[in-house]
């Protein structure tokens, strides 16, 4: 079956700009999660959706925000970019909330700020 | 609050080396789950493993083997006789009562031919 699809995987903005960013889960799972991958930061945990609902928030400012549709297919949009934005965002996608195997993840996007 | 510690940045190895990952895990949950990630160029992250706090059984899946010690925090990860194709970086990560996926930094994995 198809994998996690992200979408586009290369963009690149300047600062004050925003962006959106797109998710298409497993086929059935209901989950998604997004991280941001910096070099000096790591893997960092974004936020969690399910059943189109916020279910879990990271440590990130109110500019990072997301939602997901009735296909669970996911979104998450950075207003007023900043140059440490610039990152790889990567989606994960689960059965359900809470669930405690494995997540699978998209290629990613990576984000650039000039 | 939780933690992953990664303390080997990078190894680099030849091939038919064995190369053990180490990661240390900090966690108040009694249940909670670990996991390791392997990360290719290409960036997607790719499941290896996933352990439960209850369940200190090691396990060997081929030429990957990997020992859970609670005793000591530790959920390390051996590649036997590394491959080339093995190059990537490699993540540990654990999950806990609060759901949230916390990663170490990472170990980045160079096998020479």
């Known amino acids: 079956k198809a994998g996690v699809t992200q979408t586009p995987r290369y963009l690149i903005k300047t600062r004050g700009q925003q962006v959106t960013l797109s998710c298409s889960p497993i086929?059935?799972?209901?989950?998604v999660s997004w991280y941001q991958q910096t070099p000096g930061q790591g893997l960092q945990f974004l936020f969690e959706y399910f059943s189109e609902t916020q279910r879990n928030k990271g440590n990130f400012p109110g500019r990072f925000s997301g939602r997901q549709f009735s296909n669970s297919r996911s979104e998450m949009n950075v207003s007023t970019l900043e140059l440490g934005d610039s990152a790889l965002y990567l989606c994960?996608?689960?059965?359900?909330?809470?669930?405690?195997?494995?997540?699978?993840f998209g290629e990613g996007s990576r984000l650039t700020v000039l | 609050a939780q933690k992953v510690t990664q303390a080997q940045t990078e190894i680099s190895v030849v091939e038919k080396e064995d190369v053990t990952l180490d990661c240390v895990y900090e966690t108040r949950d009694t249940t909670y789950y670990l996991f390791w990630y392997k990360q290719p160029p290409s960036g997607e992250l790719v499941f290896l493993i996933r352990?439960?706090?209850?369940?200190?059984q090691n396990e060997i899946s081929g030429r990957y083997s990997w020992n859970f010690q609670k005793s000591t925090s530790s959920f390390n990860f051996t590649i036997t006789a590394s491959q080339v194709v093995d190059s990537a970086v490699y993540f540990c990560a654990l999950r806990g009562s609060n759901y949230k996926l916390t990663f170490g930094k990472g170990t980045l994995l160079t096998v020479n031919p």
């Open positions: 086929s059935g799972h209901r989950s």
């Open positions: 352990r439960n706090s209850f369940d200190e």
């Open positions: 994960a996608s689960s059965q359900g909330f809470g669930y405690t195997g494995e997540l699978f």
